[in-house]
């Protein structure tokens, strides 16, 4: 079980095949409201990114109009694992290349935060970036190859000031 005092947060990013306002995507958006409603009453979650619509389809953080952002904050590894893999959120993932093409390079991070911190989007494609460059560590991680939260202070992983240490 995680720290109280930190939180994972997560991101990921996907490119839909289509506007989404295309009939391709109408199941899609169909089902959104009723998968981020899931999100938000499930045990240990924390938070998540969205607009006044109440979703963060209207964000487009890269120069591609069709890659989707989707970030949020759990009270655990855990926890997100079983909104991921074991609630009807399953459902949609099983039916996401209907919706998102094969994404080529990192589509999602795992990272822990400081209980109250809500990442922002340029966080989120900075810890992508650094997945992609470096591959897991306690910065950034996946499911495949998770780190427990920190002991120390996170002061020495933040975004502006981390430098990767030198190969030994």
Same mark, same amino acid.
């Given at each position: ?25 109408? *199941? &899609? +958006?169909? !089902? /959104? ?5 899931? #999100?938000?009453?499930?045990? *240990? &979650? +924390?938070? !998540? /990114? ?5 979703? #963060? ?112």
């Amino acid at each position: 079980m995680a720290s109280t005092q930190y939180h994972l947060a997560q991101v990921n990013i996907g490119r839909i095949v289509a506007p989404l306002d295309d009939p391709l995507l109408a *199941g &899609f +958006v169909a !089902r /959104l409201d009723e998968i981020n409603a899931l #999100a938000d009453h499930s045990p *240990g &979650f +924390v938070w !998540r /990114l969205q607009t006044e619509a109440g979703n #963060a389809t209207d964000l487009r953080p890269y120069e591609d109009e069709r890659i989707l952002v989707n970030m949020s904050v759990w009270e655990s590894l855990e926890h997100l694992k079983t909104y991921v893999y074991k609630s009807a959120h399953v459902q949609v993932m099983r039916q996401r290349r209907q919706w998102f093409e094969k994404f080529e390079g990192m589509y999602m991070a795992l990272w822990w935060v400081k209980a109250g911190h809500l990442p922002t989007v340029q966080e989120a494609k900075q810890r992508l970036e650094y997945l992609a460059e470096h591959g897991e560590s306690p910065y950034v991680f996946t499911f495949s190859k998770p780190f427990p939260p920190p002991h120390g202070s996170l002061d020495n992983f933040s975004v502006t000031s981390f430098e990767p240490c030198p190969a030994a």
